[in-house]
């Protein structure tokens, strides 16, 4: 926690709301590099009811998908830059405007009171009148500042009114131009909808009927088969859910195995597995064969280890392992690597990445992938099927490091998905073979995903036996 934050901690207050609260120890804890996601069970969520998790949820999300347009409208009402204000009181200002311009269900004098408390607990002595200034004037002039237009200033309408950095809203602007742009932008600050995943044996249709029964209402997704996309209701509150019948997934990650076009008995690696979806989405496609999945973190090699108990998939082998150092000797059929990356494709659901990454690490994130398509290359059987995904939008992590890895490895070429791939999914095939879904377009996650084989009479091998 940063010492702005610390500085007066111990102040009580006692009409403090603890879901205000909350979501301020997140959002300045996010500030310093932490995950909304490594936080939101955890730590200052403890003990908070459900209406209380859901409005942490929101705020969090809320402040962090809006954070670019929220600053500039503070820095127009305080007279002085956003990044100028003391963090504390930014986030407690930022949370207070957020509920004024989106939150139509909270009182406006409400959404500013609790803000000044926010300030008056966490912020310097008199750091509350700040903060009461800035938001009864948000109130009193909702219309100022002016926002920038699309027509007028195309790139400051995507970098500041829909509130993406400037060097990702002009990369999209140069791609795709402002029509596809805005769509992108748009879609990424809109709340994304649950996704379950139906574990075999069960059946899609007894699924949506058991979760009707406890007031869920979903569907099928038609891209995928198995999903279900939830239009209202709590699915992990289900007892199916419970049961671990059902997963929750977004659809276009479920997606990605079908292109292994895995089938019984076969032995699959999943390079980089952890937390197991994937994992544990293959391991019934496969039975009696094996996945073998991959991480080298102890905690997220923990969560793969309980999430594969908990779904029955007991064909998941969890192998605490390097992907760039693999400790197999025998080769694959079936390889999956879907890689880490930057998850600019995932913004609706990880909105802190767009303030948190910064352009040129992209290098960074693509000289880790070639080495990990390099490595997981090297195991692949000849006529074997190697899927290369991330959940980018940016080239340089997609069609620039499958085309180095292609022009140093003439002994592999881009396949076709095989028959198992979806039907209805055919259409976000591209014509060199590459899967590239678009968020704005296909209302999924942003992926891409190539299926790569290895030409006959051709064969490498890893250092070390199975193990």
Aim: charged content about 25%.
């Amino acid at each position: 926690m940063s010492p702005a934050v610390s500085r007066r901690s111990n102040v009580s207050h006692p009409t403090l709301s603890p879901a205000r609260r909350a979501a301020f120890l997140v959002l300045s804890q996010v500030g310093q590099g932490a995950t909304p996601a490594s936080l939101m069970h955890d730590g200052p969520l403890r003990g908070l009811g459900p209406a209380d998790l859901d409005l942490v949820t929101e705020l969090v999300y809320g402040v962090l998908r809006w954070q670019a347009s929220l600053d500039y409208v503070i820095g127009s009402h305080a007279r002085r830059g956003a990044d100028s204000i003391d963090p504390a009181l930014l986030v407690a200002l930022r949370i207070g405007l957020y509920q004024i311009r989106y939150l139509s269900r909270v009182p406006q004098r409400a959404a500013v009171d609790e803000s000044v408390k926010l300030a008056h607990t966490f912020g310097r002595r008199g750091a509350s009148k700040l903060v009461n200034a800035v938001l009864r004037s948000a109130c009193r002039h909702p219309d100022q500042p002016p926002m920038p237009g699309k027509d007028d200033d195309p790139l400051s309408y995507l970098s500041v009114t829909l509130s993406h950095p400037e060097w990702l809203a002009r990369r999209y602007l140069s791609r795709m131009g402002m029509e596809g742009a805005e769509a992108l932008c748009l879609r990424n600050n809109r709340r994304p909808k649950t996704d379950l995943r139906v574990q075999p044996p069960l059946d899609p249709e007894t699924a949506l009927d058991a979760l009707s029964r406890e007031g869920i209402v979903a569907k099928p997704f038609p891209l995928v088969p198995r999903c279900l996309r939830v239009d209202s209701g709590k699915a992990t509150a289900s007892a199916i859910y419970a049961s671990g019948s059902i997963f929750i997934q977004e659809a276009g990650s479920q997606l990605i195995p079908f292109l292994l076009d895995a089938s019984s008995g076969e032995r699959v690696l999943d390079a980089c597995a952890a937390p197991g979806a994937k994992a544990t989405e293959i391991a019934p496609w496969i039975r009696p064969g094996m996945v073998f999945a991959l991480d080298e973190r102890p905690k997220r090699l923990s969560l793969m280890v309980s999430l594969a108990r908990r779904l029955g998939s007991g064909n998941v082998l969890p192998v605490a392992a390097d992907s760039r150092a693999l400790p197999f000797h025998k080769p694959f059929s079936r390889i999956l690597l879907d890689a880490p990356c930057s998850s600019l494709g995932t913004l609706a659901r990880n909105p802190d990445v767009k303030w948190r990454l910064r352009e040129h690490e992209l290098a960074t994130h693509a000289a880790r992938q070639h080495d990990l398509l390099t490595a997981s290359a090297a195991l692949l059987s000849p006529g074997g099927r190697l899927v290369y995904a991330t959940c980018s939008s940016e080239p340089e992590e997609n069609e620039e490091v499958l085309a180095r890895f292609l022009s140093r490895n003439r002994d592999f070429a881009i396949d076709a998905p095989g028959p198992a791939f979806p039907a209805a999914a055919q259409r976000l095939l591209r014509p060199d073979g590459s899967l590239r879904t678009d968020p704005g377009r296909d209302e999924v996650d942003g992926y891409y995903a190539v299926v790569l084989t290895r030409l006959a009479g051709s064969a490498r091998t890893g250092v070390c036996e199975d193990r």
